[in-house]
């Protein structure tokens, strides 16, 4: 190939980089929430909070989060205040690293490491309505601030192993996460409308439940559906998995209380 | 070397099916298992049910001319006409295992027991599909014929 070649494949490749970005929009594969492909009853539900079902876990955390329990006579206003403004920036950041533990706890075990260790109460069942009506309330005060995980340093290996997970083929259908929810958003799966599979709005109302659930409980849905043993709510492999779940959701929006089919 | 082909997936088919009763040897030719998995022909109207129901779910991903089936797929290609696109012999490849065609296809193996990870207790060492069934389902795709 000579320069003058060369030179033109150039120019035609700089005359073609604008046309590659207007058909494949950077907004493709821009993060977005799964309310963005909620049909339009679901949205209306969510915005009235007269309707939104997650008010009354809402209600309840706020009561929780006042009442003392445990040998140490404290509530979680003890230790917090009374709006626990600090925990809001907190709130948007787990799964976060435990020096104690050497690992990534979610903000659900977050609330139990308090009561057991700081209240000397006992710890809430996971995916309880008490212990998702207080982790709700803590999403709620952070609603609209960007979700912001830490993947450094001593994070990266369970980012690692979450991202595997995100990408291993799971089960009797042999389906991996990336293949509905990178591949494949928007596009129907018998009724159901298929989203990015975001975190941003967990706990979440799911109208299928009739109560508020954990991401954990959302994964374990997914990989049934894939016909797939799933791993239990707060193991090792749902945080990990969670890690990287919760970064690729890095920027959007906090979103709570949040309402799903 | 074909037929050393042949014999290897007779024998991995063998071996597989050694560790449950469920999956039927098979031998692939070029991107087609050319022979029935059975010796009884395959029942369109049976495929069809199979087709629409939820075990298979077929529905789930494909528009498929089932009308009567509020809610069709539309994660998979539609499959209207695909009986004049495939002979028998592809279908029941791309049936029994589409990863043989697409690595990095999302349709299940209907018809694999083995290289499947942490498959729910209730379906493990079970075949989505019993080989009878695979045989329906191909004669049901095969009447879906272009006009």
Request: include cysteine.
């Amino acid at each position: 190939m000579g320069p003058y070649q060369r030179g033109l494949v150039l120019a035609v490749a700089l005359l073609l980089l604008p046309g590659a970005a207007l058909i494949f929009p950077a907004s493709a594969q821009e993060a977005r929430s799964g309310y963005f492909y909620a049909s339009p009853e679901t949205q209306a539900l969510q915005d009235d909070p007269f309707a939104n079902p997650g008010s009354l876990w809402l209600e309840e955390g706020r009561a929780r989060w006042q009442r003392i329990e445990g040998a140490a006579g404290k509530s979680c206003a003890s230790c917090h205040g009374d709006n626990g403004t600090e925990l809001i920036e907190a709130s948007a950041a787990y799964p976060k690293f435990n020096k104690r533990l050497g690992r990534p706890i979610t903000l659900s075990q977050q609330i139990n490491q308090c009561r057991v260790r700081h209240m000397g109460a006992a710890a809430l069942a996971p995916d309880s309505e008490a212990l998702m009506s207080i982790e709700l309330l803590l999403r709620q005060r952070a609603a609209g601030r960007p979700m912001q995980v830490s993947v450094d340093g001593p994070m990266r290996p369970f980012y690692e192993r979450g991202k595997a997970l995100y990408f291993q083929r799971r089960g009797q259908f042999n389906m991996a996460c990336y293949q509905c929810h990178d591949q494949r958003p928007g596009e129907f799966v018998r009724g159901e409308r298929l989203s990015q599979g975001q975190i941003n709005n967990f706990p979440a109302y799911l109208i299928r439940w009739g109560t508020v659930g954990s991401a954990h409980r959302r994964f374990q849905l997914c990989d049934r559906q894939a016909r797939a043993e799933p791993f239990q709510i707060g193991s090792p492999e749902y945080v990990a998995l969670e890690v990287y779940v919760a970064h690729r959701a890095r920027g959007l929006a906090v979103e709570a209380p949040a309402v799903r089919p | 070397m074909l037929n050393w082909l042949i014999i290897m997936v007779l024998l991995l088919g063998f071996a597989s099916s050694a560790q449950s009763e469920t999956v039927a040897p098979y031998g692939i030719v070029a991107d087609a298992i050319p022979k029935p998995l059975t010796r009884n022909p395959g029942d369109a109207i049976r495929g069809r049910g199979l087709a629409a129901g939820r075990r298979a779910n077929c529905l789930g991903c494909h528009r498929m001319p089932i009308p009567e089936q509020p809610f069709h797929g539309t994660a998979g290609p539609r499959l209207d006409g695909v009986g004049s696109r495939y002979t028998a012999g592809q279908l029941r490849l791309r049936l029994v295992d589409p990863t043989l065609i697409n690595e990095d296809t999302l349709m299940p193996p209907f018809h694999k027991v083995g290289g499947l990870h942490r498959v729910a207790p209730a379906y493990r060492g079970k075949a989505i599909l019993s080989a009878q069934e695979i045989e329906d389902v191909i004669a049901y795709l095969l009447t879906l014929k272009d006009e």
